[in-house]
């Protein structure tokens, strides 16, 4: 890829305003292409290398054709709510297709919907309603989960249903490659008279399992062949084909949609670990089986969200809905929650995970906020003053820092730990800034000659003009790098920040009134000096990730870690 990576260009935006800020919150939709922050002539990113999984290796990731990327993912069954497990596949891809949209790449992203399948079925036959409606109803509500989590559209995102013809095509070129047989009306892939079979998973056939949803059926040749098409059951829906009336099985419709849409080879082929085998495996037979010229040029797969070292699953009713966790904590907190683990890794669900994103969350966008509000006040003044060596060296440091992690298979942990050193930069210049100001607010015109020999002498000094370019400069290498991440926040910080503290005041099983409440409680008591009174109040707020902090205009407070 080091010659067919578009290099990004770099800018310099010295004069940033916080008007601007208005174009970077909303990169939730719309995503900037350059690097707003770094210094003109700053080296392109590094060579993307993504971890191939049919190689068990990092390999430079060079497109097929230049400048374009093929991507197909595969999409949920929608049967149901979603749970933490589907969002952690679809934030995983959702960062690469952002990166690879900022790498300049035109990206043509696939997710498709199996709206007919054994489990749809049966829940719609429990509820007394089509398979069609209850499959609709769960993608629009799968479509607003990840629209929560700020997961960009795909350039498509068809149905199996949509796609029966080209299914009943792909599965006949199978069966004249004489790769798979007819049985009764169902058809089904010949593991034997296909050699590659196993080539993705590594597994060895004679301890396979059959490749299906569903239990052996002794009518099959080998155990391990799998349905490319199931034959009508009565009350079940059904379309026409040459081997009778009946509807695909599980893996054909992936195999079917990527080459629609994508062509028979394409770029990158993702989706979670669980589905190497059988979905992929068995996808990636039924393709070159049918046209033996199919490749996939890299297999991606996440890992598995885990509660009690225990993969989260419906099968095993051990999940938690997209809906559970963001009804008590801000759907960004849930996606850098998912974030933190390398999307390869396995990630632990737990509560404590979850606020320790959420806090983090709460201290970015409290730290954007504040530099905004700062640099507000100073909009007008127009400085031409460039952006202090130390701070732009941070900028610069931090862009680079990016790149590399982003482009060594999307290292989204070291990633989100770099932002932190830009924070403390930002919050050391408002309390220099604001400490200088009080000085010069103060300072008299006396001794001027004297303090301009002792500032020859000595390190320049840094003006307010040079605190609030520092502020610029910082915050907007933050959100831009957020923006790219599908963490800045569409709406604006304030209303993002309040957001927070109403889930976690619903996480404490308070309200704005008995939090009042309390704390006006605990400044009575250490009025009265009733010094143990109003630690116990401190302590239990904070037991229940309530910090309360003592400003010169009064008690306030913010949501914390539970202690």
């Not at 009306?185 to 569903?214: C, K």
């Not at 201290?363 to 509000?373: A, K, V």
């Not at 604001?434 to 020999?453: F, H, V």
């Not at 926040?489 to 996480?507: C, F, G, I, T, Y």
Request: one cysteine or more; proline letters at 6%.
């Amino acid at each position: 890829m080091a010659e067919n990576t578009p290099e990004p260009a770099a800018t310099l935006l010295s004069n940033l305003t916080v008007a601007e800020d208005t174009a970077a919150t909303q990169a939730a939709t719309a995503l900037p292409s350059v690097p707003a922050t770094a210094a003109v002539g700053a080296p392109p990113p590094p060579p993307l290398q993504l971890f191939n999984s049919m190689t068990k290796k990092k390999e430079l990731f060079v497109p097929r054709v230049e400048g374009k990327v093929g991507m197909y993912v595969c999409g949920v069954t929608p049967y149901d709510f979603s749970h933490v497990g589907h969002a952690r596949a679809y934030v995983a891809f959702d960062v690469l297709y952002r990166y690879l949209k900022f790498l300049g790449y035109e990206v043509d992203y696939v997710r498709n919907f199996t709206d007919i399948d054994d489990k749809i079925i049966k829940r719609a036959n429990q509820n007394g309603e089509t398979v069609t409606s209850l499959s609709s109803r769960f993608i629009t509500e799968f479509l607003a989960d990840v629209a929560e989590l700020q997961c960009l559209p795909p350039t498509h995102e068809p149905r199996v249903t949509e796609h029966i013809e080209n299914i009943i095509k792909l599965i006949t070129e199978i069966i004249k490659n004489g790769k798979a047989y007819v049985v009764d009306g169902d058809v089904y892939f010949s593991v034997d008279n296909f050699p590659e079979y196993l080539s993705l998973s590594g597994r060895i056939l004679d301890h396979n399992r059959a490749g299906s949803r569903v239990a052996v059926d002794t009518r099959k040749r080998n155990p391990a062949d799998f349905a490319l098409w199931k034959a009508a059951k009565e009350g079940e829906p059904s379309w026409e084909s040459p081997w009778g009336n009946g509807r695909p099985g599980w893996h054909i419709e992936c195999s079917a949609m990527s080459a629609h849409y994508l062509g028979h080879v394409f770029d990158i082929h993702g989706g979670g670990k669980d589905l190497i085998f059988p979905h992929h495996e068995n996808e990636l037979a039924q393709s070159r089986a049918a046209y033996p010229e199919s490749e996939v040029k890299c297999w991606m797969h996440n890992g598995f969200i885990n509660i009690d070292d225990q993969k989260m699953s419906k099968s095993v009713n051990n999940f938690f809905t997209i809906r559970d966790i963001i009804t008590l904590y801000h759907p960004l907190a849930l996606r850098f929650f998912l974030m933190r683990t390398h999307y390869k890794s396995d990630a632990n669900h737990s509560d404590k995970a979850l606020e320790i994103a959420s806090d983090r969350v709460y201290y970015i966008f409290q730290t954007l906020y504040d530099c905004d509000e700062v640099v507000s006040l100073h909009r007008e003044e127009n400085t031409s003053a460039p952006v202090p060596a130390e701070e732009q060296k941070l900028v610069d440091d931090h862009h680079k820092a990016f790149l590399e992690s982003m482009s060594d298979d999307l290292r989204t942990t070291d990633v989100l730990d770099g932002f932190m050193e830009l924070l403390k930069a930002i919050n050391g210049n408002l309390n220099d800034l604001k400490k200088l100001q009080q000085k010069l607010e103060q300072q008299k015109k006396k001794q001027q000659q004297q303090k301009k020999q002792q500032q020859k002498q000595q390190r320049p000094q840094k003006q307010p003009e040079d605190h609030i370019q520092a502020l610029n400069a910082l915050g907007a290498e933050i959100k831009h790098k957020l923006s790219i991440l599908g963490l800045m926040p569409p709406s604006p910080l304030a209303e993002v920040l309040k957001q927070l503290k109403e889930k976690a005041l619903k996480r404490a099983g308070l309200t704005e009134e008995s939090l009042s409440e309390q704390i006006e409680h605990r400044i009575a008591a250490r009025n009265n000096k009733q010094f143990e009174v109003s630690d116990q109040i401190r302590k239990e707020l904070a037991s229940k990730g309530i910090a309360l902090m003592d400003e010169p205009t009064g008690t306030v407070w913010r949501p914390c870690e539970r202690e």
